[in-house]
């Protein structure tokens, strides 16, 4: 199943270069979780071992956040985080370059419901808004497979 981003993702995708975009789905887990909101940079550069958002190749309608592993050709090769959950070139191949809309920035994990100790409010404070970082080794990765 691929990690799918909500409905709104698509309204707030406008003049602007950055716009929020919220995370459904198990397919990017550990580095992404179902409810995260993501601040995604549309239309910038792409390289090897980001997280992107694009378009489901077969599903236009459908948005999806992956990891870019390698540029084949005029398109990318993108790998969910989550190698169980599948929903990625694995079941679909090359993605074509347009389709990929843009890069994942930061992600803001919202507080879980009955989060009240004071220990897990500091840890979740500490934690709740990330970059999220570029695996650079994952295209080394995959050609070794």
Known sequence: MPERLS????????????GPAEVTGPSMVPTLHHGDVLLVHWGARVRPGDVVVLRHPFQ???????????????GWWVLGDNAFAGGDSTDYGVVPADLVLGRVRLRYRPPRAGQRSPFAVARWALSAVRPVPADRSASRRLRAR
């Open 60 to 74: 236009q309608d459908l948005l999806v956040v992956k990891r870019a592993t390698e540029r084949r050709g005029s």
């Open 7 to 18: 409905q709104e993702t698509e309204h707030a995708r406008g003049a602007l270069p950055f």
